[in-house]
């Protein structure tokens, strides 16, 4: 289902799945609107549920569908792991350790010092 944000106008996509989750969402909890998210900016932009049905027919079949798929071929979850270090580019400049960087001393606003402006006379013109 294709979309438009109501805010940044950034055009997006609802895949089937997402719609089949919504519209279960939605019956579940007797909603009347979607609330799609934009990838740009993240807000809320509703969708009937009617705009849904239209799009997804017999939604409740195909969800049946889905959930006897996911029940033959469960996804393992993924090892934790740690991740791998990305070497860094070495600079020009050796970064200095956190133990022996001087700590920076916040500077106290210089008080205000009277001046007095004198008038610059005029030079006279020869």
């Not at 500077?107 to 030079?123: E, G, I, L, V």
Request: hydrophobic share 35%.
């Amino acid at each position: 289902m294709n979309l438009r944000c109501s805010y940044c106008q950034t055009p997006f996509t609802i895949g089937r799945v997402e719609k089949l989750d919504a519209l279960q969402h939605m019956d579940a909890n007797n909603l009347n609107h979607y609330d799609a998210h934009c990838p740009r900016c993240r807000r809320a932009t509703p969708v009937q549920r009617r705009m849904m049905e239209m799009t997804l027919p017999n939604w409740r079949d195909a969800l049946k569908e889905l959930e006897k798929e996911m029940a033959a071929n469960p996804q393992q979850a993924a090892p934790l792991t740690k991740p791998e270090a990305v070497p860094v580019a070495e600079t020009k400049s050796k970064p200095v350790p956190a133990a022996k960087a001087k700590p920076k001393t916040e500077k106290k606003p210089a008080a205000k010092a009277k001046t007095t402006a004198k008038k610059a006379s005029p030079k006279k013109l020869k």
